[in-house]
């Protein structure tokens, strides 16, 4: 029932009220996204839920990253007090007018789609689970020269694949070859990722 209200097209946007309404569109916004992704956007949306509805939190506690999101559309809000939310933002190019709530889940949507992207690519290094990924590649490649040249052939890399492992197997740790390669470190590690999977796809069929 207090999403209903909240989210009502004829709700006055107030400076009491516009944190609560941004924190709604965003709650409803996520959770669209959140069924039909993965863990990590699940994750993101039950920060965002602990955030809103569990406790109203003093100014110097820790927010969760979901909290962003909200923080995006009580902004976008902000410059609209006085407005209803179902009053005009703009006319599109369609003819058709889009209100002030629309226009707000417009810009919530770019902010989970921004921050989605920075989640599936990249690797936190603070992860406990995270290792070296040269001892774990190491073992995989033969140490026989010309046998490496035909394996590495037999993968068929491309060429940001190919500099990583050559870089690998000359004994370079991932973030020296993230500093030599130019590259973010969080790139090197995907990449160890694509040649453990090229090599279980391709080689192992080849050694059975």
Known sequence: MENKVFTDENKRIT???VKRLGELIAVRALKTVAV?????MVYLYKGLLRDVYHSYKD????YSDGYDIAQTAICFLCGFIGKTLGDAYKINKYGKIV????ACYTEVNK?????????YNT???DNPDTKDPSEEFDGNVSKDGSDVEDL????????GLKETLNCYMGGMTFIEISKFLSVHYSTIWRRRLQLQKIYNDKIACFKG
């Open 152 to 159: 590495i052939s037999k993968m068929d890399l491309t060429e």
């Open 111 to 119: 902010d989970i789609y921004r921050l989605s992207k920075h989640i």
């Open 59 to 62: 100014v110097n506690d820790t």
């Open 15 to 17: 400076a009491e009220n």
């Open 36 to 40: 039909h992704s993965d863990n990590r």
């Open 99 to 102: 209100t002030i709530k629309r």
């Open 123 to 125: 690797v936190s290094y």
